[in-house]
């Protein structure tokens, strides 16, 4: 059956329309958006059930670029403030992977209530279990098992799940540079890729790593010593972003998360190589590793989103929480289209679901957010 939402303003963020319609609607069969438009035009030929949201303004459904679900039972557990070396140190003391799948849930449809259409869960051991409850919820979803260790996979290992889901895909992601081994973290590049699936890793996030992989020395480097998870990546002399090029990890499938410590020459190359970045700056301000020069970021033009990282390193999942956090603290301007891109077209082009999410527009997933009050301020 038709139904039609109708709403005072919409950002369809769709290439070619006016950034504000007014009097919106959008006709959908619970699935996919069957056509959007002004309402004085659509109500033409529609006769069924209407849902007026009133005086909001309505974007596509957000996307969390960034997530690990796995943590959910953490909030509060670390500290803030002490860089990376100390935040790990906190987050080592809890246990981890012992999935509280209630945990899960509710961080799920809080995100969900937010306007949460889709996001990219990182799981170190759970990734099967968290892909089940996002896809009994309904929340759109990559669920990628991380890989870390410095083992060399064997001849068709399989590194995520080949399981179906209704509302996601199961993926692989690399864990870090560091953490692990170079024909580890290249053997799930080729999987992602061969599936046509995007690959997630964490790089250049904080100055442990570029000792690291630098010079494998430093006081990180030698907790992963002791645990068998230093990577031989050290000792060449070379920045992460040079590092990750020279292994050919970097393309226009690669989801680079963080890239809180790159250089102009680190971004130059990221662009030449079409790779897409994500940010989290709310949970690099709560480590305490600085902030990633996000105007140099976006104005070199690198296709750029947003996450949040885990609740084990910020206050919450709310992607309205992460703009709202950035617009307030970038020294350049954006245009409303050009911020809620961050969290919208941006990552649905960067994931490869450009086909499903990222506009509101016919044949897309009928799935909206509306704007919060304290967000229409900042963007109109």
Same mark, same amino acid.
């Given at each position: ?11 369809? +963020? ?15 069969? #619970? ?50 403030? #002490? ?8 987050? @080592? ?57 410095? #083992? ?18 199961? *993926? ?14 290249? *053997? ?14 964490? +790089? ?18 030698? +907790? ?27 393309? #226009? ?72 956090? @950035? ?54």
């Amino acid at each position: 059956m038709t139904k039609c939402i109708r709403a005072a303003r919409a950002v369809t +963020m769709t290439s070619g329309e006016e950034p504000v319609i007014k009097d919106f609607a959008m006709l959908h069969d #619970q699935g996919r958006i069957l056509d959007a438009g002004p309402w004085s035009e659509l109500k033409k030929d529609f006769s069924g059930d209407v849902e007026d949201l009133g005086d909001v303004t309505i974007v596509p459904g957000l996307i969390n670029a960034h997530v690990h679900l796995e943590l959910s039972h953490l909030t509060g557990m670390t500290v803030q403030g #002490q860089g990376f070396t100390g935040w790990i140190k906190s987050l @080592l003391a809890n246990p981890l992977y012992e999935l509280e799948t209630e945990a899960v849930r509710k961080a799920v449809l809080e995100m969900q209530a937010e306007g949460t259409a889709f996001c990219v869960d990182i799981s170190t051991r759970n990734c099967a279990q968290v892909a089940s409850i996002m896809d009994e919820l309904g929340m759109g979803f990559f669920a990628c098992c991380e890989a870390i260790g410095v #083992q060399i996979p064997k001849e068709g290992a399989k590194f995520f799940p080949q399981k179906q889901y209704t509302h996601g895909r199961a *993926a692989g992601s690399g864990h870090s540079l560091y953490s692990t081994g170079a024909e580890f973290l290249q *053997a799930v590049k080729k999987a992602d890729d061969a599936a046509g699936l995007p690959y997630p890793i964490h +790089m250049a996030e904080n100055a442990e790593e570029d000792e690291i992989v630098a010079a494998g020395s430093g006081e990180f480097a030698q +907790m992963l010593k002791g645990v068998g998870l230093l990577a031989d990546c050290g000792k060449k002399g070379l920045r992460p972003v040079e590092y990750a090029d020279s292994l050919g990890l970097l393309d #226009q499938s690669t989801l680079a998360v963080h890239c809180v410590r790159v250089s102009e020459t680190d971004i130059i190359t990221l662009k030449q190589r079409k790779v897409n970045v994500c940010l989290c700056p709310r949970s690099n301000a709560y480590i305490g590793e600085g902030r990633a020069p996000w105007e140099k970021i976006l104005e070199s033009g690198i296709n750029t989103c947003l996450g949040t990282d885990s609740i084990a390193s910020n206050h919450d999942l709310s992607m309205w929480n992460e703009l709202e956090y @950035l617009l307030k603290n970038i020294k350049i301007s954006m245009s409303p289209v050009e911020a809620l891109a961050l969290v919208t077209t941006n990552s649905a082009r960067a994931l490869k679901i450009f086909d499903s999410y990222g506009s509101l527009e016919k044949g897309k997933r009928a799935v909206y957010a509306s704007v919060p009050n304290k967000l229409e301020d900042l963007l109109f």
